[in-house]
């Protein structure tokens, strides 16, 4: 019998570069550099409901830690330690060894050291704690955007949730665009470098985790404005409008899991942003503009008003 505490040392106990002790203590230390604040932030993925139980473990290991990461980049924070929280039904050393090679592969990529956690029986169940650290009064807020400011998106949009939806038999997607958006779903890649560019050049940021109608509402909240986007300049997989046809703009406006990063910034800095663009080898696409009259709007490329369905996921809508 493999003990609880032979499966720590074995798949999750790594050298610690970054922090005074790691695993194996009762806590561990570590010291936030001179002049910034930390940043943390949870996230927790339930069986069933954020992954198929039948799901790839290296998957699942890599975006248990990428939507955390994610939520670092959206803050402008750099990720530097995580503590990992799992509830596993049974032993299964197959399982655990494919789980961390995943979770350390995202962790490797993105410099993040685990530090810590806890491992019980119950049902599957993993949950993320991510901490990072922002120079003092330089994270990117929700409540930061100001009216007549551009909104602009990173990556392509709609395309994991079109993953998702071929995976559960909604749509049929071929070739290219079938591995992209299945890609997309499994193995998001969090915009880290992009939100530490913006640090000194957005004043509002989010992470799409629950698709871009329901994420720009948050920021539009927080930041007491509204906005106007246009469809037309929202970028999907070319394939992806061609491939779906009617109702595509479902995927792209209320899709979820796509983790790219949605900001404001004021016109004066569009230059900056695109030398971003092309810095990063990362589209960055202006998608409209904040206006002082409340709500989301969205327009068509014939300039109609599209009707949003649901906005985003909801886990108790
Ligand atoms: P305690 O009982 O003192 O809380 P545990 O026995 O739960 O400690 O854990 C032993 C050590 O292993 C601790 O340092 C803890 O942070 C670490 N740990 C437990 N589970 C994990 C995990 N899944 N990933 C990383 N570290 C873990
Ligand atoms: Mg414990």
Same mark, same amino acid.
């Given at each position: 019998?493999?003990?609880?505490?032979?499966?720590?040392?074995?798949?999750?106990?790594?050298?610690?570069?970054?922090?005074?002790?790691?695993?194996?203590?009762?806590?561990?230390?570590?010291?936030?550099?001179?002049?910034?604040?930390?940043?943390?932030?949870?996230?927790?993925?339930?069986?069933?409901?954020?992954?198929?139980?039948?799901?790839?473990?290296?998957?699942?290991?890599?975006?248990?830690?990428?939507?955390?990461?994610?939520?670092?980049?959206?803050?402008?924070?750099?990720?530097?330690?995580?503590?990992?929280?799992?509830?596993?039904?049974?032993?299964?050393?197959?399982?655990?060894?494919?789980?961390?090679?995943?979770?350390?592969?995202?962790?490797? #990529?993105?410099?993040?050291?685990?530090?810590?956690?806890?491992?019980?029986?119950?049902?599957?169940?993993?949950?993320?704690?991510?901490?990072?650290?922002?120079?003092?009064?330089?994270?990117?807020?929700?409540?930061?955007?100001?009216?007549?400011?551009?909104?602009?998106?990173?990556?392509?949009?709609?395309?994991?949730?079109?993953?998702?939806?071929?995976?559960?038999?909604?749509?049929?997607?071929?070739?290219?665009?079938?591995?992209?958006?299945?890609?997309?779903?499994?193995?998001?890649?969090?915009?880290?470098?992009?939100?530490?560019?913006?640090?000194?050049?957005?004043?509002?940021?989010?992470?799409?985790?629950?698709?871009?109608?329901?994420?720009?509402?948050?920021?539009?909240?927080?930041?007491?404005?509204?906005?106007?986007?246009?469809?037309?300049?929202?970028?999907?997989?070319?394939?992806?409008?061609?491939?779906?046809?009617?109702?595509?703009?479902?995927?792209?406006?209320?899709?979820?899991?796509?983790?790219?990063?949605?900001?404001?910034?004021?016109?004066?800095?569009?230059?900056?942003?695109?030398?971003?663009?092309?810095?990063?080898?990362?589209?960055?696409?202006?998608?409209?503009?904040?206006?002082?009259?409340?709500?989301?709007?969205?327009?068509?490329?014939?300039?109609?008003?599209?009707?949003? #369905?649901?906005?985003?996921?909801?886990?108790?809508?």
């Amino acid at each position: 019998m493999t003990s609880e505490f032979d499966l720590i040392k074995k798949y999750f106990a790594r050298a610690s570069l970054q922090a005074d002790l790691g695993v194996g203590d009762d806590a561990a230390l570590f010291r936030v550099s001179t002049g910034h604040q930390l940043a943390v932030s949870t996230d927790m993925l339930v069986a069933g409901t954020h992954f198929f139980h039948d799901a790839a473990p290296f998957d699942i290991g890599w975006k248990s830690l990428a939507v955390n990461v994610s939520d670092m980049a959206a803050m402008g924070a750099q990720p530097r330690w995580a503590t990992l929280a799992i509830a596993l039904p049974e032993v299964n050393e197959n399982w655990l060894k494919e789980f961390s090679h995943g979770f350390f592969a995202c962790a490797e #990529q993105f410099n993040v050291d685990l530090i810590g956690g806890d491992t019980t029986r119950g049902a599957l169940n993993i949950c993320v704690t991510i901490m990072g650290e922002v120079p003092t009064n330089q994270a990117l807020t929700r409540s930061g955007a100001h009216s007549e400011d551009d909104i602009w998106a990173s990556g392509y949009l709609g395309s994991a949730a079109a993953g998702l939806a071929h995976l559960q038999g909604k749509i049929k997607l071929e070739n290219d665009v079938l591995e992209a958006s299945i890609n997309a779903l499994h193995r998001p890649v969090p915009r880290v470098e992009l939100g530490l560019a913006l640090r000194n050049i957005a004043n509002s940021a989010i992470d799409i985790s629950d698709g871009l109608a329901a994420d720009l509402g948050h920021i539009l909240d927080a930041s007491d404005v509204g906005a106007e986007i246009f469809l037309a300049q929202i970028p999907c997989l070319p394939a992806l409008k061609a491939n779906i046809h009617a109702g595509f703009e479902a995927y792209i406006l209320s899709g979820g899991d796509d983790y790219e990063l949605c900001f404001t910034a004021p016109p004066a800095v569009r230059g900056q942003i695109e030398t971003l663009s092309k810095a990063l080898d990362l589209p960055l696409a202006r998608i409209g503009k904040t206006c002082a009259t409340k709500g989301l709007r969205v327009y068509d490329a014939g300039n109609r008003l599209v009707r949003l #369905q649901t906005k985003g996921y909801d886990h108790f809508a």
